[in-house]
């Protein structure tokens, strides 16, 4: 299982799983998922996506409400 800061670092993921979301966000799996089917969002700013049964969280809305930077893409020669 990956940390919350691998999560946030890594530029080549666009988006996380409810569960990994809880992890950034220091909250339970439980409190996220009632949280997306109360209101269709995680937290504050950060709305879940359901793509067939999956539901996403985008990591550019995680890194925003954090007050994250994007991780810069470095290209490999």
Do not use: M, W
């Not at 995680?42 to 991780?71: F, W």
Request: hydrophobic share 45%; charged share 15%; no cysteine.
């Amino acid at each position: 299982q990956r940390t919350a800061t691998e999560l946030l670092n890594d530029p080549g993921l666009v988006t996380v799983s409810l569960a990994q979301a809880s992890i950034i966000l220091g909250i339970g799996r439980t409190t996220a998922h009632n949280a997306y089917k109360r209101t269709g969002f995680v937290t504050d700013g950060v709305p879940a996506i359901r793509v067939g049964k999956r539901i996403v969280i985008s990591l550019a809305h995680l890194r925003n409400a954090l007050g994250v930077l994007e991780p810069v893409k470095t290209i490999q020669q």
